[in-house]
């Protein structure tokens, strides 16, 4: 088929990026045409406080050269690119976030005048901190799309709400990063250190993690990525709970040259978050062989199996992260799902993109 790919394309960063990425190299792979559409300004600056792009070379392998022609405040460059991905077979619209959503309706409309098929593929269906006005303009959006492709069932649920038609809900393949499908540490390390990689935004629960560690004793927590909630409340409740000279914090977007070295100085990774449709922190723990304690909530539920990859706790239930965390210092439990971890990855690093594929441009 001839497909146009229209989603975020390095430099962007971020693991919707790197999916991105690894869908054009997987359509291409199974003898796809693929042209793929980037941005060139993805967002306003008041929306997207972090950096927006990485230094050096992609993270993940690509295949397509991108042209990145859209800007969120160029309706005409919309009206433009439209008319050029409406000429093929489908067109795959990835949707990482709010701001995209009116410039993704109009290349579906000039799809639809065309006849051309479309697919959007929607990480989050509502944003975690959503604004006023974001469930109306993802409703227009998933109305206006043939085909909507989500990860978990809570999203298909929230997208059929919305007015979707077609929805088809497939787990969100692995699309890590190459330093660490390829250098990624193996085997169990120390329990004691615990590991945040990743945006520090409200909605990850980073308080509660730094909560429970007042309750494990000898443990240290490591947050890394960048932060959305100010260092300086994150040091204050540290210090209010005596555990500052406990908690290291590494503000700023690790490169995935530095990713495999974070996750070989942990022996499990945190995922506390109150809400989730999925985490790219899960898939790096199994490739990297670490367990991970996660919250179970609609999305981090179906990709953590509990007691086999990793543990689930209720959200925001500190003493039951705790708990997890203090469980994990018997060399039994932490070597049976660092195994885990370790083969439910090497299952991720070897398996097809068949199904994800079939759900984007298979037929009805």
């Known amino acids: 088929m001839r497909l146009a790919l229209v989603g975020p394309a390095h430099p962007q960063k971020g693991g919707i990026t790197q999916h991105t990425a690894a869908l054009g190299r997987e359509l291409a792979a199974r003898g796809h045409e693929v042209a793929q559409v980037g941005w060139r300004h993805p967002y306003p600056s008041l929306l997207y406080p972090g950096q927006l792009e990485v230094d050096g070379g992609a993270e993940v392998v690509t295949a397509v050269p991108v042209h990145r022609a859209l800007s969120w405040w160029d309706p005409l460059g919309w009206w433009r690119v439209g008319a050029s991905v409406s000429r093929g077979d489908r067109c795959l619209l990835v949707l990482p976030a709010t701001p995209h959503a009116p410039a993704l309706r109009v290349l579906a409309r000039r799809c639809a005048r065309r006849g051309t098929p479309t697919t959007l593929v929607v990480h989050n269906v509502v944003p975690h901190e959503a604004r006023p006005g974001d469930e109306a303009l993802i409703g227009v959006l998933v109305r206006a799309v043939d085909r909507v492709v989500v990860h978990t069932d809570e999203e298909a649920r929230r997208a059929r709400e919305l007015g979707a038609r077609d929805v088809r809900m497939t787990p969100l393949p692995a699309a890590l990063p190459d330093a660490v499908s390829t ?44 932060f959305w909630t100010p260092v300086a409340e994150l040091e204050s409740l540290a210090a209010e709970l005596g555990v500052a000279d406990r908690v290291t914090l590494l503000p700023g977007y690790v490169p995935a040259a530095d990713v495999p070295e974070l996750f070989r100085a942990c022996g499990v990774v945190l995922a506390p978050y109150r809400s989730a449709t999925g985490t790219q922190a899960a898939a790096l723990a199994r490739a990297s062989g670490r367990p991970i304690i996660a919250s179970d909530t609609g ?29 994990l210092v018997d060399p039994e439990v932490l070597a049976r799902l660092s195994a885990g971890a370790a083969a439910r990855g090497a299952v991720e690093s070897t398996g097809s993109w068949d199904a994800y594929v079939e759900a984007l441009v298979g037929e009805p």
């Open 299 to 327: 999305g981090l539920g179906p990709d953590v199996v509990h007691d086999v990859d990793g543990l689930l706790v209720p959200p925001g239930d500190v003493e039951a992260l705790a708990a997890a965390w203090r469980s």
């Open 183 to 226: 250098t990624g540490p193996r085997g169990p390390g120390d329990p004691t250190v615990g590991l945040i990689f990743g945006l520090v935004r409200p909605y990850k629960g980073v308080d509660v993690a730094i909560r429970a560690l007042a309750h494990v004793p000898r443990a240290r927590l490591v947050i890394a990525g960048e």
